[in-house]
C-alpha cells in the first residue's frame, strides 16, 4: 500500500510535467512574432509571452526627455497619452549653485509630481558647476574639459561620484523626498568632438579611458545609497551615426566596461543627412541599422542580455532659428518617422524604453535648444496655440495604446517580466522532480522484483 501511494504520487507529478511543458512552448503563431532584423543572425528569435501581472501593472515604455518642465501641462499630456518614463535633464549647476550648496526644490517637485502619477523617473547627471570641473585631456595639453574644447565642464571621478551618491541617497525612495528609477551618468560627453565631416578620424580625448573611471564610481556610489531597492544606472548616450561610435563602444568594454551600466542609452538624430529614419544615409544611420549595430557590439561582448534604451529622438517641424532646426520636417513626416521607429523598437526585443524629443517646450526650456524644437504636440508657428495638436501626438497616442509594453527577447535582464509565467515555471519544477520521483521508485520496483526472484 505505502509502494502504491508513492508510485500513484510519482505518476501524478508526471502527468503535471506533460501538462507543464506545452505551456511553456510558444506556438507557432508566437515564433511568428519574430524580431525581423535580428542584428548579425538570421536565426529566429522568438519573443516569450505572456508578460508577468508585475508588469502589466505598470505604466507603459514610453516618455519624453524633458528639461525642468514637467509641469502641471506636461503631465495632462502623460495621463492623456499613458506615458509611463520621464527624462528629466535638470543641470548639475542649476542644483548646487555655489560650493556645497544645493537647491533640489524643482527636481523634488518634478519626482513627487511623476511618483504621485506612477510615472517612472530617468535622471541624467551632467553639466557639472565650473567649479566642480576637475576631468582634463592629457593629449590635449592637459586640456580641461568645457566650453573651450566644446562639452559641459565635467567633474573628476571622486567629486562626481559624490554628487551621484547624494542624488541616489536623497531620492531612493526612502528618504522622504521620492524615487527616482533610473540614473544616467553624463549626456553626450564622450562624443562632443565628434567631427561628421571626418568620421574615421580619432580624437584621443575622446577615448573612453576617460569616461569609464566617472562611470565606475558614480555605478559604485549609486548602488551604494539605493541598496534596499537598486536605481538602475544608464551609461552615457551614443549617437546614431557610423562605424565611430562601434568602435567607441568595443574599446568600452575592451576596458572592463561591462559591469558598471545596466542599459545603453542611444540618441537618435537623422535629420542632418535625410530625414527619413529609415534610410541609411552618408554618416547618418537609419534608426535599425544604428540600433543593430550597437546591440551587435553588446552580443559580441557577452551583454546581451542588457537593453538599449532609446533616450532622445525626434524631429523639429518648423525652421526656429537654431542649426538644430535646419533640416525640419512637415508634420505629416514627423508623424510617419516616429511610427517607423515605434514599429522597428516593437519588432526589436532589446529596445525597453522609448522617450521622444520632446513635449511641452513653451515653458523653462533653454533659449539655446531653439523655439520648440522636436515638439511633438505644437508646431513653432502656432505658439501660443497650446491646444494644437501635431499629427505625432496622435500617433504616439495610438500606438501606446495599442502597445504599452516593448516586447522583450529571452535571456534579458528581467525588470519584473519573467521568461516563463511563474504558475507555469512552478508546473514545470513540479513536473521534473515527478519524473524523477517516479523514476526513482521505477528502479526501486525492478530492485524489489529481482530480490523476490532471487529469493525463490
Given amino acids: 500500500m505505502r509502494f502504491f501511494s508513492y ?41 516569450p509571452t505572456p508578460l508577468s501581472s508585475a508588469i502589466l501593472t505598470e505604466k507603459s515604455s514610453y516618455g519624453f526627455t524633458l528639461h525642468k518642465n514637467f509641469d502641471s501641462n506636461a503631465l495632462a ?43 517612472k523617473v530617468d535622471f541624467g547627471i551632467w553639466r557639472a558647476p565650473k567649479f566642480r570641473a576637475g576631468l582634463r585631456c592629457a593629449e590635449d595639453n592637459n ?82 545609497n539605493s541598496l534596499g531597492n537598486p536605481i538602475l544606472v544608464g551609461m552615457d548616450a551614443i549617437f546614431s551615426q557610423t562605424s565611430y561610435y562601434q568602435r567607441w563602444l568595443n574599446n568600452f568594454y575592451d576596458l572592463g566596461a561591462r559591469n558598471y551600466f545596466d542599459f545603453v542609452s542611444l540618441h537618435y538624430y537623422n535629420s542632418r543627412s535625410s530625414p527619413d529614419p529609415s534610410i541609411t544615409s552618408g554618416v547618418n544611420l537609419s534608426f535599425k541599422d544604428a540600433m543593430n549595430q550597437i546591440y ?53 526585443g532589446f529596445i525597453e524604453n522609448l522617450f521622444y524629443y520632446t513635449i511641452n517646450t513653451q515653458d523653462s ?48 535582464q528581467s525588470r519584473g517580466m519573467d521568461l516563463y509565467p511563474l504558475p507555469t515555471f512552478l508546473a514545470l519544477v513540479i513536473g521534473i522532480v515527478g519524473a524523477m520521483l517516479s523514476a526513482l521508485l521505477l528502479k526501486d520496483r525492478w530492485k524489489r522484483k529481482e530480490s523476490k526472484t532471487r529469493f525463490k
Fill in 296 to 348: 551587435d557590439v553588446m552580443q559580441n561582448n557577452g551583454d546581451g542580455n542588457k537593453y538599449i534604451w532609446v533616450t532622445e529622438f525626434g524631429w523639429p517641424t518648423q525652421y526656429s532659428g537654431n542649426s538644430n532646426t535646419d533640416y525640419f520636417v512637415s508634420p505629416n513626416q514627423q508623424a510617419q518617422n516616429l511610427q517607423y521607429v515605434l514599429t522597428i523598437a516593437k519588432a526589436a
Fill in 365 to 412: 526650456y533653454p533659449a539655446s535648444y531653439g523655439d520648440c524644437w522636436n515638439d511633438i504636440k505644437v508646431n513653432c508657428s502656432n505658439k501660443p496655440n497650446y491646444s494644437n495638436n501635431l499629427q505625432a501626438y496622435t500617433t504616439l497616442k495610438k500606438f501606446i495604446a495599442a502597445n504599452p509594453h516593448l516586447p522583450h527577447l529571452p535571456g534579458s
Fill in 143 to 224: 586640456t580641461l574639459f568645457g566650453p573651450s574644447v566644446g562639452t559641459d565642464y565635467v567633474a573628476s571621478p571622486d567629486v562626481f561620484a559624490h554628487f551621484a551618491g547624494l542624488v541616489a541617497s536623497r531620492y531612493n525612495g526612502t528618504n522622504g523626498h521620492g524615487r527616482i528609477d533610473a540614473i544616467e551618468v553624463l549626456n553626450e560627453f564622450p562624443f562632443s568632438f565628434y567631427d561628421p565631416s571626418n568620421p574615421n578620424a580619432h580624437n584621443p580625448c575622446t577615448d573612453p579611458k576617460y569616461y569609464l573611471p566617472i562611470l565606475r564610481a558614480a555605478y559604485t556610489a549609486i548602488k551604494q
Fill in 77 to 119: 499630456e502623460y495621463l492623456d497619452l499613458h506615458a509611463g518614463w520621464v527624462r528629466i535633464q535638470e543641470q548639475w549647476d542649476e542644483i548646487e549653485t555655489s560650493l556645497n550648496t544645493y537647491d533640489w526644490s524643482s527636481l523634488d517637485e518634478m519626482v513627487k509630481r511623476a511618483n504621485d502619477n506612477n510615472i
Fill in 7 to 47: 508510485h500513484l504520487i510519482g505518476f501524478l507529478l508526471l502527468a503535471v510535467l506533460l501538462i507543464a511543458l506545452p505551456l511553456t512552448v510558444l506556438t507557432t503563431q508566437q515564433q511568428q512574432e519574430i524580431r525581423q532584423h535580428a542584428p548579425g543572425n538570421s536565426t529566429p528569435v522568438v519573443m
